[in-house]
């Protein structure tokens, strides 16, 4: 990307998504714009108004971003173009001189408050817990009310957003389980990243009728070829009654890999639709994968294959 690059991203300025995107160099260097939820970005990014969007996707705890996962799946023809891993750190903010029995309102995103309902229910019992549209626009709003004279109110947010808006940090990494991640994508209009050698490829499936042994199908199709599946979930199509499902898979690959295309190649040909989600660079470090081992040997086949056929008499 030039340096004149806009990159949308789930606001306000403060939130773990901002955290996550200061990560990335290339990324941080160009103009930065915050949106109130996940479905502005994604608006933003398919109408042109910016280069690409940052959304998160998944979480340690809680699993899939939904929201996010369903307007990429249904809503928006978007591809990934990386993914980013970031350690999430939930902190409760306050004005100052206020002390966790002064709290009668904690507000944060649903997602936040579930990851942390343990430690409030023991620690602030009595709070009420309200939404916010993010972390950081819950620090906001404690802030400026706060500021109007407002007592007892906190917010779930990142430790950076305090200082932003005026709070102090007055309990530190709150969340239930430890080791919470959050994983974040970069999405765009167009365009897949080369092949990397650590990559992962998402698709969606769709069945061609709900029956014994579907899912099994879709799976032999990777387990064959010695692909390893990330992430596996599935969701309601939205079209159908209940029981009308398409399963969302990340996989270990890229689309330029023969096995990977050759799942893709089979997949489509089978199943009543498979919508692709991208190939991009994967977080984290390269492990040794048997896929790489079953690469060579798909490719040796291949060579043997194409030696036979040029044996056929004309």
Known sequence: MSKKHRIGFFGPFGTFTEQALLT??????????????????LDAVAAGDVDAGFVPIENSIEGTVNFTQDALIFDYELLIQREVVLDIEHCLLASTGTSLA?????????????????????????AEVQAANSTADAARLVGERSKKGEKGLAALAPANAADLYGLEVIAKNIADHEGNQTRFVLVAREGIPASTGHDKTGIVVFQRADEPGSLISILQEFAARRINLSLLSSRPTKAGGLGDYCFIIYADGHVADELMADVLRDLHTKQGGVKFLGSYPAAGQAAHSAREHA????????????????????
């Open 24 to 41: 990335q160099a290339d990324l941080a260097s160009g103009e930065l714009v915050p949106y109130r939820s996940v479905p502005d970005v």
């Open 102 to 126: 002064d709290i009668s309102e904690v507000l944060s995103i649903p997602v936040a408050t579930a990851q942390c309902s343990a430690w409030l229910r023991n620690n602030v019992p009595h």
């Open 295 to 314: 690469d060579a040997r798909w490719q040796q086949a291949d060579d043997w294959i194409t030696e036979l056929r040029s044996h056929i008499r004309n």
